[in-house]
């Protein structure tokens, strides 16, 4: 540093170890002549080692301020991040609650009105099949009391064997009705079995529809507990092919491979979006298999494009 007369600078004495201020600074000529005179000067050495040695601790607080503010910010930022990311999962568990209880109130109300359209269903089958058989068979066994004392005995016997008949065909329906509410099979044999059955059932009935049938599994091989659920999916699944699929063939699948159990209903009909159609709302076949899987602990899948097919599966993890 240079003034006027004056030069000054800095160094630091290893011996003494210490920081030295030296100035030089020349001598006035005299009271008279204030100017320098360039023959004559003083050194000023000053001992500034406490100012440096306050500087660099001032520096290194500062430098140590900045970390602390940067580490403080970053951690606030961190938290921020953490609090953004715990208000939007927040948001969409509630949305996915709150789209769970509509699901559920929808599916409450569908199902209401499936029991009733089940009820309505059972008591047409009961009043056009079960009804006038047995209308027509107190019909004959009235006509036979009545021809029994008459002096044509082969009308009487003709009377009789109508009835006989119409009992016979009573007794069908009956049969017919009680299966299609639950399989007796599914309680005294089993869901194997029972699966068997109904494909066979369905091939007799849906004759355009060729069903083919793949359970190479026993009885045993499926729990007690799961076999009510598996056999109504398989037969809500069959249902669904033969209302809207308008498929010429249809799988029904029933494996058991290690300890899951899974059956699966391919078809090879007009198919759907699954997109559009879970988005609007979902028919009530689809949103019943996938609660009588979820339910039971099971798990639902259900693939579809259109005119390619529907492929339904729905799988449980077994103890045994």
């Known amino acids: 540093m240079r003034a006027r007369g004056a030069t000054s600078f800095e160094l630091f004495d290893e011996q003494l170890e210490k920081a030295l201020n030296v100035s030089l600074q020349r001598i006035p000529q005299g009271d008279d002549n204030p100017e320098p005179d360039p023959n004559h000067g003083v050194v000023v050495v ?53 789209s769970s209880r509509d699901a559920l109130a929808q599916l409450s109300a569908q199902l209401l009105r ?25 019909y004959l066994l009235e006509r036979f009391v009545a021809l029994r004392h008459k002096p044509a005995p082969d009308d009487a016997e003709k009377a009789l064997d109508a009835a006989i008949c119409q009992l016979q065909r009573a007794i069908h329906d009956t049969r017919s009705i009680s299966m299609s509410l639950r399989p007796s099979l ?43 659920p598996l056999f109504r999916i398989a037969q809500e699944a069959l249902s669904n092919v033969a209302k809207h699929s308008y498929a010429r063939n249809a799988l029904v699948t029933l494996r058991r491979f290690d300890n899951t159990v899974a059956i699966e209903v391919r078809d090879d009909g007009v198919g759907f979006d699954v997109a559009t159609v879970t988005r609007r ?36 993890d077994v103890l045994h």
């Not at 005119?307 to 339904?312: E, N």
Request: glycine share 6%; charged share 35%.
């Open 281 to 316: 709302r979902p028919r009530l076949g689809i949103l019943g298999m996938r609660e009588r899987a979820t339910l039971t602990g099971g798990r639902f899948y259900l693939m579809s494009e259109p005119d390619i097919g529907t492929q339904i599966v729905a799988e449980w």
């Open 186 to 228: 599914l309680d005294d044999m089993g869901a194997a079995s029972a699966i068997r059955w109904l494909c066979g059932w369905f091939r007799e009935t849906y004759l355009d529809i060729q069903v083919t049938q793949d359970c190479d599994i026993d009885d045993t091989s499926v729990p007690q507990h799961i076999a009510a």
């Open 46 to 98: 000053k001992d500034v080692t406490v100012l440096h040695k306050a500087q660099h601790e001032l520096h290194s607080l500062n430098d140590e301020l900045e970390l602390r503010v940067r580490q403080r910010t970053d951690e606030l930022e961190a938290t921020n991040r953490d609090l953004r990311d715990q208000v939007e999962r927040r948001e969409v568990a509630e949305r996915d609650l709150q």
């Open 114 to 138: 499936a029991q009733e359209d089940e009820r309505r269903r059972i008591a047409l089958d009961l009043h056009d099949s079960v009804g006038q058989s047995l209308g027509a068979l107190k």
